[in-house]
């Protein structure tokens, strides 16, 4: 495959060789070929190669590249003020009252700089607030890298390397855990692996202090579950004494056409979590629960975070917020995510190996599979790097790599998206 790069076939990139260098060989780069880019703008970024791209990975500057607001917000309280949190100042307080009213479940909020960050402070709240230890999670999930929060990712069913973890496989309608279930017999078939993990941490000695899910089940490919798996699930977390932490690092914010995921499972969590685009590429990252919840972490704790509930996080935080109400992005998320997911699913049949396209406002994944029905992890590889090269910039995603991963911008301008079906259908029309 010919790829478009500063250095077309003549040999390694030198950037890449100084990035191996500087960074120790093994930094994940994306593509065939290393993209280098130089600009971004809204939904646009731009290649050293002089080429525009479409972002359609994005994930943190939801509100688009380079914002004026954010850029200006962000200069403006840099130039003012920028201090630690233990000073009174009006803009972190306000991105909280901002944050916990939007979640309506929430009361209260603790600052930090990423989602691994909030993640682990999410973990700690459940196990002050339950008195036990265990947490149960997908078995195809990532919610972090630190030691605690990497011991949740990836972790198979049934694994009892942490003492304290347990997996359950991720619901989903596609392969269901047992062939030929579907509806409510296939929910509580995913209920009573949920219910043996739970049987399990208890028997172990370590209690079960919460069930920690993406609503939308990101990093699982975005399956699509059982309706009634959510609620079911809550049920009988609640009936066990555990807490349910919602991980809305890249489900909330409006990127499922809601402002958060928890609003389309149906799913009441106690604990909330949310990151990247939180701060349009500042580290901003909050875990907010009920006010109770929050002060006993705050009282065993005493928890401090250099960098975070600063008036530089509050200022921006505050003003990506008014950004996504003031433009309507979660709206036209959930308008133009349907459009382009419908728009996609018309090619199933048609598009050679296309098996499934599902996912929810400007967050979708599109499932390749080989002549035989296995997931063809090297195709969605290939499409992904084709596409690149017809200027989208998408990424793989899924349980088994096997899915063209599209989270553009909320504010991808439509005939953005249209072009983007246009490259789907010629990079596509072979096997
Ligand atoms: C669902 C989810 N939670 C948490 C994290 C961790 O966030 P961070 O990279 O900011 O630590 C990620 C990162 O990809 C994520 O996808």
Redesign the pocket.
Known sequence: MTGISATPNSGPDPLVERRDRAFGRGAKLFYDEPLHLVRGEGASLFGADGRRYVDMYNNVPCVGHAHPRIVDAMARQQATLNTHSRYLSEPAIALAERLTALQRVTESAVFSC??????EIAMRMARMATGARGIVCSDH?????NTV?GALTNLPAGDKRHADVRSIPFPETLRPLVPGLTGEALADAYVARLLAAIEDLKAGGQGFAALIL?PIL??EGLPDIPETFMAKAAALVREHGGLIIA?E???GYGRSGTWWGYDHVGLTPDIV?T??PMGAGLPL?ATTAKRAVVERFRAETRYFNTFAASPLQGAVGCTVLDVIKEEGLVEHARTLGAELKAALRQRLGLTPGLLDVRGKGLFLAAEFVDADGNPDAPRAFALVCALRENGFLTSVDGAFNNCVKIRPPLVLPREDALAFLDAFDRVTAHA
């Open positions: 990423s989602g691994t960050e909030a993640i999930t990532y919610h972090g890298n929060v993406c990101a990093n991980d690092v890249q489900a979590v990151g990247k990252a």
